[in-house]
């Protein structure tokens, strides 16, 4: 790998970076914004889900204007979204004003989930594609991880640490802004443009030459062919019915689990356990910890032990511990510290498994003609369940009442509610899901189509 291509895939891997940071600062924040802005839990519930229902659009609108002007304008006017998107939500005076910025960031997070992923596959060469495509959800969880950090080292800083938790999120954005002014445009999108000279030169300075150019550019050819002839099938009718309808459903399951819950409320769900503001920051650091950590793990384990092996005992020992955890609330037999060992292994099974696996099956399991549209709807599902959890869970929690004993009780049933889903989960992905590992992306389409 070059200079020229290891700067494109970090550049284009901040916006993966602003992905998670953007997700997740509200977290810190959701404390005092309850006081500030005396939040019905049907309003927090808008609050944190709005960012995610703007997702929803970005991930649906930002595709077309990527073919158009090219990932590189794009991403910059992404940029300049979530650049906005943090100012506004740090100088809201109300609390529509924030939804209203934090929905914009969402269009960002969206366009982002869709065009980085896709930009980095189409400049890195094929023996090192693998490993640079996962630099982006690498780059999710570095900044989930930042973001809980920058929490915790505002948390006491004044009366508005919430405003510039919130702020904190324009210094990424603007370092990538200015970095996307040195990446080069993808040599597919300057075929599809017809400007094949400067697609011609592009691999070669992606590739430093390693690679056989002309050859590349029959491949890009014959493959942007086979996308356009993609866009005239009807997905829901043989033989395509059955593979679609299972990515669906793996996006569905991948949220069931309760990640964004977790990650989204974790400040709350510790305070609720009865922990102080401080402990609970600290707590939800360790979270995005082993959230980085365990990612690596999948990474370097994924194409050893297998995409669905992995799945299955992530799914398991996430039913375990939700289970536990919900149950500790309800009980009262399990307190204080363990609650916090409980979550810290949720996340540790989910990073190893549902974490990184759905991702590479999604791009995996669907043949090549409806690749794209496949992905994007089990990407979609992914992200309307987790819209809808994290509007329902403020809502769940404070249906018993407002105590503190009340809320603990809401918390429960939630997170028995969580271990339930994923066992259904985990019995549809065993039945379901075949493996992938070591297959061709021919041998798979062969599969899942008899």
């Known amino acids: 790998m070059n200079k020229v291509l290891i700067q494109c895939t970090i550049a284009s891997a901040l916006g993966g970076l602003l992905f998670g940071y953007d997700t997740v600062i509200i977290n810190g924040a959701m404390l005092d914004l309850v006081k500030?802005?005396?939040?019905?839990?049907?309003?927090?519930?808008?609050?944190?889900?709005?960012?995610?229902?703007?997702?929803?659009?970005?991930?649906?609108?930002?595709?077309?204007?990527?073919d158009i002007f090219g990932a590189q304008r794009l991403l910059q006017l992404l940029a300049v979204l979530f650049l906005i998107s943090a100012v506004g939500c740090g100088l809201a005076p109300t609390i529509s004003v924030f939804i209203l910025f934090r929905f914009i960031g969402g269009l960002a997070i969206g366009g982002?989930?869709?065009?980085?992923?896709?930009?980095?596959?189409?400049?890195?060469?094929?023996?090192?594609?693998?490993?640079?495509?996962?630099?982006?959800?690498?780059?999710?969880?570095?900044?989930?991880?930042?973001?809980?950090?920058?929490?915790?080292?505002?948390?006491?800083?004044?009366?508005?640490?919430?405003?510039?938790?919130?702020?904190?999120?324009?210094?990424?954005?603007?370092?990538?802004?200015?970095?996307?002014?040195?990446?080069?445009?993808?040599?597919?999108?300057?075929?599809?443009?017809?400007?094949?000279?400067?697609?011609?030169?592009?691999?070669?300075?992606?590739s430093s030459h390693e690679i056989d150019t002309e050859q590349t550019l029959s491949e890009i050819r014959e493959s942007i062919n086979i996308e356009d002839a993609g866009k005239k099938i009807?997905?829901?009718?043989?033989?395509?019915?059955?593979?679609?309808?299972?990515?669906?459903?793996?996006?569905?399951?991948?949220?069931?689990?309760?990640?964004?819950?977790?990650?989204?409320?974790?400040?709350q769900i510790f305070s609720i356990a009865g922990f102080s503001p401080d402990t609970s920051m600290l707590q939800s650091v360790i979270l995005g910890l082993t959230n980085l950590v365990f990612t690596l793990i999948a990474m370097l384990l994924i194409d050893r032990v297998g995409r669905k092996k992995l799945l299955i005992i992530g799914q398991l020992g996430m039913v375990a511990v939700l289970g536990l955890f919900g149950y500790g609330l309800l009980s009262g037999n399990i307190t204080g510290y363990w609650l916090v060992v409980l979550l810290v292994a949720y996340i540790a099974f989910f990073a190893a498994s549902m974490g990184v696996v759905i991702w590479v099956m999604l791009s995996e399991m669907f043949p090549n003609i409806i690749r794209a549209r496949g992905a994007s709807l089990g990407s979609f599902a992914n992200w309307g369940v987790s819209a809808s959890l994290n509007f329902l869970f403020p809502q769940v929690v404070g249906l018993f009442g407002t105590t503190l004993a009340q809320q603990q009780m809401g918390m429960s049933y939630a997170f028995l509610f969580l271990a339930g889903m994923t066992l259904l989960g985990f019995f549809f992905l065993k039945n379901k899901i075949i493996e992938t590992k070591g297959k061709s992306l021919e041998q798979i389409e062969k599969e899942v189509l008899c």
Request: net charge positive; with cysteine; glycine share 8%.
């Open 36 to 66: 500030h802005f005396n939040l019905t839990p049907a309003i927090q519930g808008w609050t944190v889900s709005s960012a995610l229902v703007g997702c929803i659009l970005g991930t649906i609108l930002m595709g077309k204007p990527g």
């Open 112 to 206: 982002a989930s869709v065009i980085c992923p896709v930009y980095i596959s189409e400049i890195s060469p094929p023996k090192h594609r693998g490993l640079l495509a996962s630099t982006f959800q690498l780059a999710i969880v570095f900044g989930i991880l930042l973001s809980l950090i920058s929490n915790y080292l505002l948390l006491n800083i004044g009366e508005n640490n919430w405003r510039w938790m919130l702020f904190s999120g324009a210094l990424p954005a603007v370092a990538f802004f200015v970095m996307l002014f040195f990446i080069r445009k993808s040599p597919r999108w300057l075929v599809k443009k017809g400007r094949i000279e400067e697609a011609r030169k592009n691999i070669e300075d992606l």
């Open 234 to 267: 009807n997905l829901f009718k043989k033989p395509y019915r059955k593979i679609v309808w299972l990515g669906i459903f793996v996006g569905i399951f991948s949220q069931l689990t309760g990640i964004g819950v977790v990650f989204y409320y974790s400040a």
